[in-house]
């Protein structure tokens, strides 16, 4: 007998073709009320496959806007990102409740025949599969774009890889770190003459992440056109370069290599930091001319606005030395609260640089709900988390839960509920170590 007919065979009579989600329902939910919009993803399924941050993120993006998302974990070997994260307690970390946030957890082994006829049942009853392995990883496994859509032709497989699935380079590992590195990203970070730093976050994983997540309902709504799924394929190079505005178009009109800039971006003025009386910084933007001629009027220089060097904005960024001199000496006799009052009032674009401590107390952040505490079940206590981006009227993202607390959380509710697996079928998984 086939591992697919072995399980066929111990099925309870329950219909997997049953295709509605259900609230997620682990000890780590946080309480709602009957009157919580459906999410405007409700009733899509997703298996994630990824781990670490990328595909993760791009799952976490579909799960905040209400999809059920089942994250699938090899048996004992969970995804790393658990134990990720700065602060700790009682040797838990909190990197996983950021990712993993409304999420399903099962666990089952791709590599084993009997689990690969598991993941090909879900297949059928999903919408979307996202990975983040090597390109070739889900070939090697017999379970690449061809095999999936002959079970579910309207399955979406979402990529996301260091190089893309073509090209040179696909078979090569990939980090946010290189990718943020060859795509010239880096390079335009720092002061000129330095070392390029690195943002200390994995700015080109999220960044793939969300472009995966743009590609899959893209792909979502072109299925309701075609019927049909198709491949979404997210390189973390080609993400990072993607948001670099005009360097390309710069160098290929005029050869112009953009380079590192500090604190401002080079031609763009005046947008830079400014040391207060107080020893913080704000950053002040006024680089548009009616935004400048607010800012002269309240530095009580009003005929700035008018002077030959900074009359509009190519002049200003010919000139912008001098006039970053002029708005640093005016601004460091004022402390930073009397900058952003006096400028605030006036119209300026200004803000202080914030440290995270000064975030979760900002009463803007506050009051647009960006600012999250939800339950999590390893710690005993509710762990505040970034809120949803962006804000949709009808139906609005929402954060229902905290991640999975253990792999394989949400296992009976899967394999017995949603595919019917009775007693036998499950047991002989559990002793072959196939979940």
Same mark, same amino acid.
């Given at each position: 007998?086939?591992?697919?007919?072995?399980?066929?065979?111990?099925?309870?009579?329950?219909?997997?073709?049953?295709?509605?989600?259900?609230?997620?329902?682990?000890?780590?939910?946080?309480?709602?009320?009957?009157? !919580?919009?459906?999410?405007?993803?409700?009733?899509?399924?997703?298996? #994630?496959?990824?781990?670490?941050?990328?595909?993760?993120?791009?799952?976490?993006?579909?799960?905040?806007?209400?999809?059920?998302?089942?994250?699938?974990?090899?048996?004992?070997?969970?995804?790393?990102?658990?134990?990720?994260?700065?602060?700790?307690?009682?040797?838990?970390?909190? %990197?996983?409740?950021?990712?993993?946030?409304?999420?399903?957890?099962?666990?089952?082994?791709?590599?084993?025949?009997?689990?690969?006829?598991?993941?090909?049942?879900?297949?059928?009853?999903?919408?979307?599969?996202?990975? /983040?392995?090597?390109?070739?990883?889900?070939? +090697?496994?017999?379970?690449?774009?061809?095999?999936?859509?002959?079970?579910?032709?309207?399955?979406?497989?979402?990529?996301?890889?260091?190089?893309?699935?073509?090209?040179?380079?696909?078979?090569?590992?990939? %980090?946010?770190?290189?990718? #943020?590195?060859?795509?010239?990203?880096?390079?335009?970070?720092?002061?000129?003459? #330095?070392?390029?730093?690195?943002?200390?976050?994995?700015?080109?994983?999220?960044?793939?992440?969300?472009?995966?997540?743009?590609?899959?309902?893209?792909?979502?709504?072109?299925?309701?056109?075609?019927?049909?799924?198709?491949?979404?394929?997210?390189?973390?190079? &080609?993400?990072?370069?993607?948001?670099?505005?005009?360097?390309?178009?710069? %160098?290929?009109?005029?050869?112009?290599?953009?380079?590192?800039?500090?604190?401002?971006?080079?031609?763009?003025?005046?947008? /830079?930091? =400014?040391?207060?009386?107080?020893?913080?910084?704000?950053?002040?933007?006024?680089?548009?001319?009616?935004?400048?001629?607010?800012?002269?009027?309240?530095?009580?220089?009003?005929?700035?606005?008018?002077?030959?060097?900074?009359?509009?904005?190519?002049? +200003?960024?010919?000139?912008?030395?001098?006039?970053?001199?002029?708005?640093?000496?005016?601004?460091?006799?004022?402390?930073?609260?009397?900058?952003?009052?006096?400028?605030?009032?006036?119209?300026?674009?200004?803000?202080?640089?914030?440290?995270?401590?000064?975030?979760?107390?900002?009463?803007?952040?506050?009051?647009?709900?960006?600012?999250?505490?939800?339950?999590? &079940?390893?710690?005993?206590?509710?762990?505040?988390?970034?809120?949803?981006?962006?804000?949709?009227?009808?139906?609005?993202?929402?954060?229902?839960?905290?991640?999975?607390?253990?792999?394989?959380?949400? /296992?009976?509710?899967? =394999?017995?509920?949603?595919?019917?697996?009775? !007693?036998?079928?499950?047991?002989?998984?559990?002793?072959?170590?196939?979940?």
């Amino acid at each position: 007998m086939t591992p697919s007919a072995a399980v066929n065979a111990t099925r309870s009579c329950r219909s997997p073709a049953h295709r509605v989600p259900g609230p997620i329902g682990d000890a780590d939910s946080v309480t709602n009320t009957d009157a !919580d919009p459906p999410g405007a993803l409700d009733g899509l399924r997703v298996l #994630e496959l990824g781990t670490l941050i990328a595909g993760p993120f791009a799952g976490r993006l579909l799960a905040d806007m209400g999809a059920e998302v089942i994250k699938v974990e090899p048996p004992g070997s969970p995804d790393p990102i658990r134990t990720w994260g700065q602060a700790e307690q009682d040797g838990h970390r909190v %990197y996983w409740t950021v990712h993993a946030r409304n999420k399903k957890a099962i666990t089952l082994d791709l590599r084993a025949p009997a689990g690969r006829a598991v993941f090909l049942d879900l297949v059928e009853i999903a919408d979307i599969i996202v990975e /983040n392995f090597r390109p070739g990883t889900l070939e +090697r496994w017999d379970l690449g774009y061809d095999v999936l859509a002959a079970r579910n032709p309207g399955i979406i497989l979402t990529r996301v890889s260091g190089y893309g699935q073509t090209g040179p380079a696909a078979a090569r590992a990939g %980090y946010a770190s290189v990718a #943020e590195a060859e795509s010239g990203l880096r390079y335009l970070n720092g002061y000129p003459g #330095e070392a390029p730093p690195r943002l200390a976050l994995s700015l080109g994983d999220t960044l793939a992440g969300m472009f995966a997540a743009q590609g899959t309902l893209a792909a979502v709504y072109r299925r309701t056109v075609t019927g049909r799924g198709q491949v979404v394929d997210t390189a973390l190079t &080609e993400a990072c370069l993607a948001i670099q505005e005009s360097t390309i178009a710069d %160098y290929d009109l005029a050869g112009v290599v953009r380079g590192p800039s500090g604190t401002r971006l080079d031609g763009i003025a005046p947008s /830079n930091l =400014y040391l207060a009386a107080d020893g913080l910084r704000v950053v002040i933007a006024a680089n548009q001319d009616t935004v400048f001629g607010r800012l002269c009027a309240a530095m009580g220089r009003p005929e700035l606005a008018s002077d030959e060097r900074f009359v509009d904005h190519r002049a +200003r960024g010919v000139n912008q030395d001098e006039l970053d001199e002029i708005i640093a000496r005016w601004a460091v006799r004022h402390s930073s609260d009397e900058l952003i009052d006096i400028l605030g009032e006036a119209g300026v674009v200004v803000g202080p640089v914030n440290t995270v401590a000064e975030v979760v107390n900002d009463p803007q952040m506050r009051a647009r709900d960006m600012l999250v505490a939800h339950h999590d &079940e390893r710690l005993g206590r509710d762990i505040l988390g970034p809120g949803i981006v962006p804000k949709l009227s009808e139906s609005p993202g929402r954060v229902r839960s905290a991640g999975p607390a253990r792999p394989g959380t949400h /296992n009976d509710e899967i =394999y017995r509920d949603l595919l019917g697996l009775g !007693d036998t079928a499950m047991a002989n998984l559990l002793r072959d170590g196939v979940i």
